[in-house]
Protein backbone atom coordinates (compact mmCIF):
# COMPACT_ATOMS: atom_id res chain seq x y z
CA UNK A 1 0.00 0.00 0.00
CA UNK A 2 1.19 3.27 -0.86
CA UNK A 3 1.32 6.18 2.21
CA UNK A 4 -0.53 8.36 1.64
CA UNK A 5 -2.76 7.41 -1.40
CA UNK A 6 -6.53 6.99 -0.21
CA UNK A 7 -8.32 4.15 -1.85
CA UNK A 8 -12.50 4.25 -1.72
CA UNK A 9 -14.98 2.02 -2.18
CA UNK A 10 -18.83 3.11 -1.78
CA UNK A 11 -21.59 0.99 -1.27
CA UNK A 12 -25.41 1.49 -1.20
CA UNK A 13 -28.02 -0.93 1.10
CA UNK A 14 -31.39 0.03 0.93
CA UNK A 15 -33.34 -1.47 3.84
CA UNK A 16 -36.95 -1.48 3.37
CA UNK A 17 -38.71 -3.14 6.54
CA UNK A 18 -40.13 0.26 7.53
CA UNK A 19 -41.30 2.80 5.63
CA UNK A 20 -42.32 5.29 8.43
CA UNK A 21 -40.32 8.22 9.74
CA UNK A 22 -40.34 9.17 13.65
CA UNK A 23 -41.55 12.44 14.20
CA UNK A 24 -38.66 13.31 16.57
CA UNK A 25 -38.25 17.12 17.81
CA UNK A 26 -35.04 19.00 17.38
CA UNK A 27 -32.59 18.08 19.41
CA UNK A 28 -31.64 19.82 22.70
CA UNK A 29 -28.10 20.25 22.61
CA UNK A 30 -26.24 21.76 19.42
CA UNK A 31 -24.86 18.98 17.37
CA UNK A 32 -21.25 17.98 16.91
CA UNK A 33 -19.38 19.33 14.28
CA UNK A 34 -19.00 15.86 12.30
CA UNK A 35 -22.65 15.89 12.57
CA UNK A 36 -22.81 19.59 11.53
CA UNK A 37 -20.52 18.86 9.05
CA UNK A 38 -22.72 15.37 7.69
CA UNK A 39 -25.81 17.30 7.54
CA UNK A 40 -24.41 20.69 5.36
CA UNK A 41 -22.94 18.45 2.98
CA UNK A 42 -26.07 16.24 2.38
CA UNK A 43 -28.10 19.40 2.66
CA UNK A 44 -26.69 21.39 -0.17
CA UNK A 45 -26.98 17.99 -2.95
CA UNK A 46 -30.33 17.85 -1.57
CA UNK A 47 -30.85 21.59 -1.91
CA UNK A 48 -28.98 21.71 -5.47
CA UNK A 49 -31.85 19.54 -6.67
CA UNK A 50 -34.79 21.16 -5.16
CA UNK A 51 -35.10 18.66 -2.47
CA UNK A 52 -36.02 19.37 1.26
CA UNK A 53 -33.13 18.92 3.64
CA UNK A 54 -32.50 16.24 6.23
CA UNK A 55 -32.21 16.93 10.32
CA UNK A 56 -30.44 15.04 12.31
CA UNK A 57 -31.32 12.49 14.25
CA UNK A 58 -29.82 11.18 17.52
CA UNK A 59 -31.89 7.97 17.08
CA UNK A 60 -30.79 7.30 13.95
CA UNK A 61 -27.03 7.96 14.54
CA UNK A 62 -26.79 6.11 17.97
CA UNK A 63 -27.89 3.06 16.07
CA UNK A 64 -25.37 4.15 13.12
CA UNK A 65 -22.64 4.86 15.72
CA UNK A 66 -23.58 0.97 17.17
CA UNK A 67 -23.20 -0.19 13.98
CA UNK A 68 -19.94 1.29 12.56
CA UNK A 69 -18.15 0.54 16.35
CA UNK A 70 -18.73 -3.14 15.72
CA UNK A 71 -17.04 -3.17 12.37
CA UNK A 72 -13.95 -1.84 13.79
CA UNK A 73 -13.83 -3.91 16.52
CA UNK A 74 -15.32 -6.97 14.59
CA UNK A 75 -14.38 -6.81 10.96
CA UNK A 76 -11.15 -4.37 10.82
CA UNK A 77 -13.49 -1.86 9.21
CA UNK A 78 -14.81 -3.36 6.82
CA UNK A 79 -17.94 -3.16 4.86
CA UNK A 80 -21.05 -3.81 7.00
CA UNK A 81 -23.98 -6.18 5.97
CA UNK A 82 -26.91 -4.18 5.57
CA UNK A 83 -29.81 -6.18 4.43
CA UNK A 84 -31.54 -6.18 7.52
CA UNK A 85 -32.46 -3.15 9.16
CA UNK A 86 -34.84 -0.31 8.16
CA UNK A 87 -32.91 2.39 7.06
CA UNK A 88 -31.42 3.55 3.91
CA UNK A 89 -27.67 3.21 4.36
CA UNK A 90 -24.40 4.25 2.52
CA UNK A 91 -21.56 2.95 3.35
CA UNK A 92 -17.81 4.57 2.26
CA UNK A 93 -14.76 2.40 2.78
CA UNK A 94 -11.36 4.03 2.87
CA UNK A 95 -7.70 2.43 2.65
CA UNK A 96 -4.64 4.43 3.33
CA UNK A 97 -3.31 7.09 5.66
CA UNK A 98 -5.45 9.88 4.84
CA UNK A 99 -8.09 10.65 7.01
CA UNK A 100 -12.15 10.76 5.40
CA UNK A 101 -13.60 13.61 6.70
CA UNK A 102 -17.97 13.77 7.01
CA UNK A 103 -17.79 16.37 4.17
CA UNK A 104 -15.26 14.04 2.22
CA UNK A 105 -17.32 11.05 2.04
CA UNK A 106 -20.79 12.61 1.35
CA UNK A 107 -18.97 14.49 -1.82
CA UNK A 108 -17.51 10.61 -2.44
CA UNK A 109 -21.62 9.36 -3.08
CA UNK A 110 -22.73 12.54 -4.63
CA UNK A 111 -19.70 12.42 -7.58
CA UNK A 112 -22.22 9.66 -8.91
CA UNK A 113 -24.30 12.59 -9.73
CA UNK A 114 -22.98 12.95 -12.94
CA UNK A 115 -24.44 9.38 -14.02
CA UNK A 116 -27.99 9.60 -13.15
CA UNK A 117 -30.48 10.68 -15.52
CA UNK A 118 -33.35 12.73 -13.85
CA UNK A 119 -35.63 12.81 -17.08
CA UNK A 120 -35.87 8.75 -17.13
CA UNK A 121 -34.56 8.06 -13.80
CA UNK A 122 -31.45 6.26 -14.87
CA UNK A 123 -28.23 5.37 -14.25
CA UNK A 124 -25.51 5.65 -17.41
CA UNK A 125 -24.16 1.85 -18.44
CA UNK A 126 -22.09 0.17 -16.19
CA UNK A 127 -22.14 2.95 -13.51
CA UNK A 128 -23.95 2.78 -10.21
CA UNK A 129 -25.96 6.11 -9.17
CA UNK A 130 -27.62 4.59 -5.34
CA UNK A 131 -25.42 6.34 -3.22
CA UNK A 132 -26.48 9.30 -4.54
CA UNK A 133 -29.93 8.66 -4.82
CA UNK A 134 -30.47 7.95 -1.59
CA UNK A 135 -28.49 11.12 -0.55
CA UNK A 136 -31.23 13.35 -2.03
CA UNK A 137 -33.84 10.79 -2.03
CA UNK A 138 -37.04 13.31 -1.18
CA UNK A 139 -38.98 11.38 1.63
CA UNK A 140 -36.01 11.13 3.68
CA UNK A 141 -36.21 13.08 6.39
CA UNK A 142 -34.01 12.03 8.85
CA UNK A 143 -30.13 11.82 8.91
CA UNK A 144 -27.69 9.82 11.01
CA UNK A 145 -23.98 9.12 10.78
CA UNK A 146 -21.24 7.31 12.35
CA UNK A 147 -17.49 6.80 10.97
CA UNK A 148 -15.10 4.25 12.60
CA UNK A 149 -10.99 4.16 12.32
CA UNK A 150 -9.12 1.01 12.01
CA UNK A 151 -5.41 2.24 12.65
CA UNK A 152 -3.78 -1.69 12.38
CA UNK A 153 -5.72 -2.30 8.68
CA UNK A 154 -5.31 1.32 7.45
CA UNK A 155 -9.12 1.96 6.64
CA UNK A 156 -11.84 3.76 7.72
CA UNK A 157 -15.43 3.56 7.38
CA UNK A 158 -17.91 5.54 7.23
CA UNK A 159 -21.74 4.94 7.23
CA UNK A 160 -25.01 6.90 7.13
CA UNK A 161 -28.42 5.84 7.66
CA UNK A 162 -31.59 7.40 5.93
CA UNK A 163 -35.09 7.41 7.70
CA UNK A 164 -37.44 6.46 5.69
CA UNK A 165 -35.53 4.31 3.43
CA UNK A 166 -35.30 5.38 -0.31
CA UNK A 167 -34.56 4.37 -3.78
CA UNK A 168 -37.28 2.01 -4.30
CA UNK A 169 -37.68 0.59 -8.07
CA UNK A 170 -39.18 2.97 -10.47
CA UNK A 171 -39.63 5.92 -7.86
CA UNK A 172 -37.69 8.80 -8.89
CA UNK A 173 -35.53 10.28 -5.95
CA UNK A 174 -36.71 13.94 -6.45
Known amino acids: MVHGAL ?10 VSSEAAAAPPPATALSAAAREFLEAHN ?3 AAVGVEPLRWSE ?7 KLARYQRV ?8 LTAGKYGA ?14 MAVE ?41 TCVKEQASLTI ?6 GNYVGESPY
Open 7 to 16: FLLAAVATLH
Open 44 to 46: QAR
Open 59 to 65: QVANVTS
Open 74 to 81: KTGCQFAN
Open 90 to 103: NQLLARGSAAVTPR
Open 108 to 148: EWVKQKQFYNHADNSCAPNHRCGVYTQVVWRKSVELGCAQA
Open 160 to 165: CFYNPP
